[in-house]
């Protein structure tokens, strides 16, 4: 099984930007749909953005604009770039993957990672 390793989670000003990475292991994620997705404590999760293996992506129209989501094949990474972050950003985000190369609003996201803390502040 695939596994997801999230990075690059801090605090940062209002209108700053960063980039959070998630590592995989263990199988190809350019091979399926990948995506971002954040969560605060009491509230259901939402997803943010997704790839899927043709390189299509979506996003949600709060971070449109904002955030990029993309991918290196040759290192297994996938990358989300925010920028312009709103307090209202604040939270764990986490990548996953799709269980079986379907497309983003289709897609079974079966695999997660640990998360990591953004705060906008």
């Known amino acids: 099984h695939v596994q997801l390793v999230e990075s690059g989670g801090g605090s940062v000003q209002v209108g700053g930007s960063l980039r959070l990475s998630c590592v995989a292991s263990?199988?190809?994620?350019?091979?399926?749909?990948m995506g971002w997705f954040r969560q605060i404590p009491d509230k259901e999760r939402e997803g943010v953005a997704g790839?899927?293996?043709?390189?299509?992506?979506s996003y949600a129209d709060s971070v449109k604009g904002r955030f990029t989501i993309s991918q290196d094949s040759a290192k297994n990474i996938l990358y989300l770039q925010m920028n312009s972050l709103k307090p209202e950003d604040t939270a764990m985000y986490y990548c996953?993957?799709?269980?079986?190369?379907?497309?983003?609003?289709?897609?079974?996201?079966?695999?997660w990672g640990q998360g990591t803390q953004v705060t906008a502040s």
């Open positions: 790839i899927e293996s043709d390189g299509s992506t």
């Open positions: 996953a993957k799709d269980r079986y190369g379907g497309s983003y609003y289709g897609a079974d996201f079966g695999y």
């Open positions: 263990g199988d190809t994620i350019s091979r399926y749909c």
